[in-house]
């Protein structure tokens, strides 16, 4: 079992920045691709980023390449979003998850592990 937990949402205005952290603990080498994804009222969820736990590759949703930067940290089985140039259509719920494959789709169901998820909201 894979237990993840998201921390950083918040409010901040059109323009700003957050960053959001994920915490994996558990069988965590059972994952081989980390990823965060987002859902905003009324619409599915939909990919943001994801990054290897070894490696270099990332990979971003283009609606958020440029502006967000995904990490990792191994030494603390730490995952983070760092979003800058906030857009109020950036706001939903932000999951992290954990995938067993390493070279995952960008979908939900090629993840099999999630957090709870973190709000974060843009005000214009």
């Known amino acids: 079992q894979v237990i993840l937990v998201e921390s950083g949402g918040g409010l901040v205005q059109a323009g700003g920045s957050l960053r959001l952290s994920c915490a994996a603990s558990g069988h965590t080498l059972s994952i081989y691709t980390m990823g965060w994804f987002r859902q905003a009222p009324g619409k599915e969820r939909e990919f943001v980023a994801a990054i290897p736990w070894s490696g270099f590759s990332t990979n971003y949703a283009d609606s958020v390449m440029g502006r967000f930067t995904i990490s990792r940290e191994n030494a603390k089985n730490t995952i983070y979003l760092q979003m800058n140039s906030l857009k109020p259509e950036d706001t939903a719920v932000y999951y992290c998850?954990?995938?067993?494959?390493?070279?995952?789709?960008?979908?939900?169901?090629?993840?099999?592990?999630w957090g709870q998820g973190t709000q974060v909201t843009v005000s214009s």
């Open positions: 998850a954990g995938s067993l494959l390493a070279t995952p789709k960008p979908t939900p169901a090629h993840y099999a592990y």
